[in-house]
């Protein structure tokens, strides 16, 4: 067991767990940040993914000691009022039918979008292929990037 | 459809505690008289109606049935709002827990809720308008003919008006109507519309909305080791290192299960690893080699279990111009629900309180009062939204795990297993092999059909009252079902998900053998179905033919450059009816799955929305799985336990789909199941008027390595 120290969606929060422990568990269950979710356990699915230091990371093989003082932001913490474009386009869009993989989806799409707003058809595919949706959802998350890429560049 | 409904004894009316309507169902189609409440006594909260108008005008419609990614949430609210004309924004949606007294049929499972809720829905809808109506002409002291409601308003020809807000309150002191009117369909403002889904706001932002996520004070955690083989059974456990291991609080056994109960999830899947479990039986272990010998020996057996016989089936291939045979087999497969199965239990001595996923929550309470021999009603059950079902949580095997260890460690605890415990553990799609033989005479119709089924724990793996029966004089159907110790069940559009695929590849095969267009050959089986059906029809014709009609237009059938190869099928399965065109070309020399067309009727769509993405997600499902979809067995373990060896289908392998619906007004059926099954073998169809080689396994990927779904 150790003190560990993280800064999670701009706030400061300290755990004690064993420094082992995957990221994911310790947002999941230490400090009850549950949108980010566990599909596979061996980062092949992407149902756990969030961004550190603003790049989309697999929380479910990433060991909290590996983390240190990185800027951890999980889908709680995407924008203050649920509007960020991503999210904004994923409602307009309808994407979800289960919904359980959408929050994995979403941090890397918006992470693709924060550096490179304009995406082509090829680099949305590069990105998004790591993730697995089980009821199929994969036509309306081209569409939801692709609108969001929109709502970006008009704003 | 302008008709007028009778009451038929199932609402009651009360008032709520803050002085709005609350109109419920008595789901219980037995249950006695139409009946007051005493607006004391049961408050918002205790009663769990239907619906219910707060004096500010907000609508709160629970939703009875369990959400599994289906629509369900918001297509059923949807209906009520419409009949009640009220605008969708005023509009609440909340969860119902299980209440066997206030629903019936809370259950999803059989695409079959729409069905059975439609008319009801509707009702309580209509209902609560013309009770509002009542109470603003009798304020106004005039005939309820001169008033009208819309949009959360009564109107009065003059000019007045009064919202549902503020005429809450008296309405529900009015008796409801022995009759109501329904609107005609022309008139519907919400149903048919596009609407975005009522959870999305929670759920994009990281609520704790499922199962998963559920944690109350004083709950541990625990996760269970099960046989690894399906055949063996527990001989003995050694607890020690496990329980010496950081936050591990017990480790006990029941069944053949051994839980290991921990303070977090990860510290018990490290503990996990030092747990020493013995188990006997290892002998007779069914490997997928021991699966295909046993397909081929019941294959040749001759005793099967006879499903259906018309005419003469050996007259007919006896008198045959041309008999055409062929060999169909798929394997088992997982549900892959993203959300792997967990359960929340609280077991006292007298009482269990459950939170959860489930597709059957009745069963769940049920099974769980005779396990623990606790009333029924002492169990409550609070439902959470799902991470997908796919059928797998139609079986409760998980939620009785977890009261069973609740009620032996005495304690709240939330069971969640692994993602190898999920992949492992069973209740599978089964394993079919099936053989079709067809006749043809010298004009090319099919005069003869012969189907057998061999499946793996299937029960009966036919249908043998679909098409084509019916449509031919001579057809016999029979099915041999092979008792396996690998557990299996209900998997999205049980049986017919892979029956489909191999009758539609079958029928193609046949008709290229009949010299005729694949189209226009099932267009003369269904012609032949509607003028002289052999037996009764359990399908209707005319809405196959509009249906592969409309998919032969929109694809442009037979029209298209040389490059693309089309492939054509179609099913009926749940009530619905689904027509397929698959598109593949050779992309660098690769056999590729360019576009997928399809057609559905199933009658009035509720959510332009919800049922476009029902179509999107059951085509990419179908895809999927006929080319991937593979769970192989070795000494009776199934080989691949994650998502590194078990493929599913991903982002950048789906062609384009276009989703077409037939609006016919038609009263609405199932839409979570019937377009997946018409999927795989709109493929191999295409694949094989593309390649000239025909597809008989599944997956696909085993007998053309290279084919793809890569646009």
């Known amino acids: ?155 | 459809m302008n008709n007028t409904q009778s009451r038929r004894d199932f609402f009651k009316i009360a008032g709520t505690v803050s002085g709005g309507l609350m109109l419920g169902f008595n789901w219980n189609a037995n249950a006695g008289k139409n009946s007051q409440i005493n607006t004391l006594s049961e408050g918002l909260i205790d009663f769990n109606s239907y619906l219910s108008i707060e004096p500010n005008g907000k609508v709160i419609i629970f939703s009875p049935n369990p959400e599994i990614g289906q629509g369900i949430k918001t297509a059923f609210p949807l209906i009520v709002a419409e009949e009640l004309d009220v605008d969708w924004k005023d509009v609440e949606v909340r969860q119902a827990n299980l209440d066997t007294k206030k629903f019936e049929r809370q259950l999803t499972g059989g695409s079959g809720a729409i069905k059975h809720s439609w008319e009801r829905l509707r009702k309580a809808g209509a209902t609560a308008k013309h009770m509002l109506t009542e109470a603003a002409a009798n304020k106004w002291a005039v005939p309820m003919t001169e008033c009208k409601a819309e949009k959360g308003f009564v109107m009065h020809t003059s000019g007045k008006r009064l919202s549902y807000g503020e005429l809450a309150s008296d309405a529900s002191k009015l008796k409801a109507p022995e009759k109501v009117e329904l609107k005609n369909s022309k008139d519907f403002k919400l149903i048919g519309k596009y609407f975005s889904g009522v959870d999305n706001k929670d759920l994009l932002v990281g609520k704790p909305l499922f199962g998963i996520d559920y944690k109350v004070p004083g709950m541990v955690h625990a996760q269970i080791q099960r046989p690894p083989s399906f055949g063996m059974k527990l001989k003995s456990f050694d607890g020690t290192e496990a329980k010496k291991m950081p936050g591990i609080i017990d480790v006990v056994s029941f069944g053949d299960k051994v839980a290991i109960v921990g303070k977090s999830t990860w510290e018990i899947m490290n503990a996990r690893k030092v747990l020493k479990v013995e188990y006997s039986n290892n002998t007779g272990l069914e490997s997928t080699e021991s699966h295909n010998k046993t397909f081929s020996e019941l294959m040749d057996k001759k005793e099967a279990e006879m499903r259906r016989k018309d005419g003469d089936i050996e007259v007919a291939f006896k008198s045959a111009a041309k008999i055409i045979e062929a060999e169909y087999q798929c394997p088992f497969v997982p549900h892959n629900a993203m959300e792997p199965m967990n359960f929340f239990a609280d077991a006292k001595s007298d009482s269990v309180r459950l939170v959860g996923p489930t597709q059957t929550p009745q069963n769940a309470q049920n099974q769980i009062a005779k396990l623990l021999n606790i009333p029924a009603d002492k169990i409550t059950l609070e439902l959470t939204k799902m991470g997908g079902g796919f059928g797998r949580r139609l079986n409760n095997d998980y939620a009785l795990e977890a009261a069973e260890l609740s009620s032996i460690i005495k304690t709240p605890v939330k069971v969640t297993w692994s993602r190898e415990d999920d992949m492992t553990a069973g209740i599978y799609r089964p394993a079919v092999r099936y053989k079709f033989k067809a006749s043809l005479d010298k004009e090319g119709n099919m005069t003869g059909y012969y189907l057998k089924g061999v499946g793996m724990n299937a029960g009966n793996s036919t249908r043998q009252d679909n098409f084509p029966a019916c449509a031919v004089e001579n057809l016999l159907i029979e099915s041999i079902d092979y008792k396996s110790p690998i557990t299996t069940g209900p998997w999205r559009a049980p049986i017919t998900n892979f029956l489909a695929y191999a009758e539609q590849a079958f029928l193609d095969e046949v008709a290229q053998a009949a010299g005729k267009d694949p189209i226009k050959f099932r267009l003369e089986l269904f012609e032949k179905a509607k003028t002289k059906p052999v037996g009764k029809l359990t399908y209707e014709p005319d809405r196959f033919i509009t249906a592969i009609k409309m998919v032969a237009e929109k694809a442009g059938w037979g029209k298209k450059k040389k490059k693309t190869a089309q492939g054509f099928a179609v099913y009926f399965s749940h009530l619905s009816y689904v027509a397929q065109i698959a598109e593949m070309e050779k992309v660098k020399g690769v056999p590729t799955i360019k576009k997928v067309y399809a057609v559905t009727d199933c009658g009035i769509v509720i959510n332009q929305s919800g049922a476009k993405n029902q179509i999107y997600g059951a085509v990419v499902d179908g895809i999927g799985t006929s080319m991937y979809g593979n769970l192989t067995f070795a000494n009776g373990a199934p080989q691949e336990t994650n998502y590194d060896k078990y493929r599913l289908i991903r982002f950048n392998e789906i062609p384009e789909v276009e989703a077409h619906f037939v609006d016919n007004g038609i009263d609405p059926t199932g839409l979570g199941e019937p377009a997946l099954p018409p999927t795989g073998g709109a493929i191999a169809n295409a694949y094989a008027k593309l390649t000239g080689k025909r597809f008989y396994k599944q997956p696909f990927i085993y007998e053309d390595s290279k084919v793809t779904a890569i646009s």
């Open chain 1, 1 to 155: 067991m150790e003190k560990i120290q993280l800064n999670v969606n701009g706030v400061k929060r300290s755990v004690e767990v064993d420094p082992n422990t995957p990221l994911l568990w310790v947002l999941r269950e230490h400090l009850d940040l549950v949108g980010t979710k566990y599909g596979c356990g061996i980062a092949q699915c992407g149902a756990c993914t969030v961004h550190i230091n603003g790049v989309a990371t697999r929380t479910c093989v990433l060991p909290i000691s590996a983390v240190g003082d990185s800027k951890i932001t999980t889908i709680e913490g995407l924008s203050k009022n649920g509007d960020h474009p991503v999210q904004q386009a994923w409602e307009e869009v309808d994407v979800a039918q289960c919904g359980y993989c959408q929050a994995g989806q979403i941090m890397t799409a918006s992470a693709m979008l924060a550096n490179n707003p304009r995406p082509s058809d090829k680099e949305i595919s590069q990105n998004m292929s790591g993730h697995i949706c089980r009821c199929g959802t994969y036509h309306r998350i081209e569409q939801a990037i692709k609108l969001a890429s929109e709502k970006m560049q008009n704003k």
